[in-house]
């Protein structure tokens, strides 16, 4: 089954420790893609990739990290997180070339920061 | 900044009735156009995409493009109760770079039964 994963769909965390949301993809896309969502604000993307090695920061980068070593996974880090990273994510992917790029969207992982 | 404007609703609609969901964009280069359909606490799926100006039509749903006005619309035709849900207009940005979405905030469709 084509699907987008993450892990974990839920976490409580304290200010300050370190955290790694796991994205995955078995499509073979190569552009993939990290968003945030928070009530009255939307969608909007941290980072993403257009393939292995590239990322670029997306609109609200600040407080992120993230990597591309391998072509299906897509790590989001949270290395000193803040009250105000307590949010919605979801990792999406797509094939990169053609207007016809569907992004698939993970399930979602919300994060508690404390 | 490229936006993309909708009206957050919440829209309410009844049963069988037809639904008209807006979404203007500021970006004039832009090709390609989608609605999300979201449950609360659920990721968006798709459920169209548009690419020319016109209407498009699956099943229940069609989608409508003007992009001399820089406007997209979706109507739903019967609604169900299961329609209701937020949905959520994206535009893909135009010019080298991101080939990413911006997402409008999103308009909650309430189906009343």
């Known amino acids: 089954e084509a699907q987008v994963t993450q892990n974990p769909r839920y976490l409580i965390t304290v200010t300050g420790k370190k955290l790694t949301v796991t994205c995955s993809q078995n499509?073979?896309?190569?552009?993939m893609s990290w968003y945030r969502q928070d009530p009255g604000l939307g969608l909007r993307q941290i980072y993403y990739s257009m393939n292995v090695e590239v990322t670029d920061k997306g609109d609200v980068p600040e407080g992120y990290k993230v990597s591309r070593k391998e072509k299906r996974n897509f790590p989001l880090i949270l290395e000193s997180p803040s009250p105000n990273q307590t949010s919605l994510y979801f990792c999406a992917s797509s094939r990169y070339f053609g207007r016809d790029n569907e992004q698939f969207f993970g399930p979602g992982t919300r994060l508690t920061v404390l | 900044q490229k936006e993309v404007e909708q009206n957050s609703g919440p829209l309410s609609v009844p049963e069988g009735a037809i639904a008209s969901l807006n979404c203007t964009y500021s970006?004039?280069?832009?090709?390609?156009f989608f609605w999300y359909r979201q449950y609360s606490g659920k990721s968006p799926e798709l459920i169209m995409s548009i690419y020319s100006n016109g209407d498009k039509e699956d099943g229940r749903f069609t989608a409508q493009l003007n992009k001399a006005s820089q406007y997209v619309s979706l109507l739903i035709r019967d609604s169900q109760p299961s329609d209701s849900a937020t949905y959520l207009c994206?535009?893909?940005?135009?010019?080298?770079?991101?080939?990413?979405?911006?997402f409008g905030k999103g308009t909650h469709l309430i189906i009343q039964p």
């Open positions: 499509m073979n896309h190569e552009y």
């Open positions: 970006d004039r280069g832009s090709q390609s």
């Open positions: 994206a535009v893909r940005n135009s010019g080298g770079g991101a080939d990413g979405l911006t």
